[in-house]
């Protein structure tokens, strides 16, 4: 199975600041990476597919970049309701699909 | 909208089994690939598998290949998970979503508790 390693595991982070969480593959995945965001709550919203790929309805300051094995989602400008975590997941050729440990994003 | 509504919170014995159930509306369930998941603390969600509710045709993590069943009713556009024999391993948040490798729509969640 493809390992997911995400880091940080966790990131202290103030309101309006651009902040990378990165994700690295334990081999290459061509892009086939996806973003999803967990709030407190539970729920999870999915974020970027095919690495850069904006969801509908996801504001413009959440991107996705990457390639070979290591890609990253930056916030551009962080909001109130963008504290929350936060997991990369590998789709490439064959199951099983794998997520990253998830990354939670904390009001410094 | 499109909505994913899931049973509530099981509390099971262990060696018992459990059947968790996903709701759908808003979409086409009959043409449609249902995922479920599994989340415990550390954090961490693996993938189970996906059945097609057309067919039924099906695809598991072979991590829980005799654990999970997946199983469909299109009639009621829901979807299933039968979870058997069940340990304390398998304590955990199960989630279901829309899609077969990019997961566009998550249900809420339950929580099954594994305790005699």
């Known amino acids: 199975d493809i390992q997911m390693t995400q880091t940080p595991s966790s990131m202290p982070a103030s309101l309006g600041e651009r902040v990378t969480i990165s994700c690295r593959a334990s081999?290459?995945?061509?892009?086939?990476l996806n973003w999803y965001q967990q709030k407190p709550d539970g729920t999870i919203k999915p974020l970027i597919y095919?690495?850069?790929n904006l969801q509908s309805g996801v504001p413009s300051r959440f991107s996705g970049s990457g390639s070979g094995t290591d890609y990253s989602l930056t916030i551009s400008s962080l909001e109130p309701e963008d504290f929350a975590m936060y997991y990369c997941?590998?789709?490439?050729?064959?199951?099983?699909?794998?997520f990253g440990g998830g990354t939670k994003l904390e009001l410094k | 909208q499109v909505k994913l509504l899931q049973s509530g919170a099981e509390l099971v014995k262990p060696g018992a089994s459990v059947k968790l159930s996903c709701k759908t509306s808003g979409f086409t369930f009959s043409t449609s690939y249902m995922s479920w998941l599994k989340q415990v603390p550390g954090p961490s969600i693996e993938w189970i598998g996906w059945?097609?509710?057309?067919?039924?045709?099906?695809n598991y993590n072979q991590k829980f290949k005799g654990k999970a069943t997946l199983t469909v009713d299109k009639s009621s556009s829901t979807a299933y998970m039968d979870l058997s024999s069940l340990t304390s391993e398998d304590a955990a948040v199960y989630f279901c979503?829309?899609?077969?490798?990019?997961?566009?729509?998550w249900g809420q969640g339950v929580m099954v508790t594994v305790s005699s």
């Open positions: 081999q290459g995945i061509s892009n086939y």
């Open positions: 095919y690495t850069s």
């Open positions: 059945i097609y509710a057309g067919d039924g045709g099906t």
């Open positions: 979503a829309r899609g077969v490798t990019t997961f566009d729509y």
């Open positions: 997941q590998q789709y490439d050729s064959s199951p099983p699909w794998t």
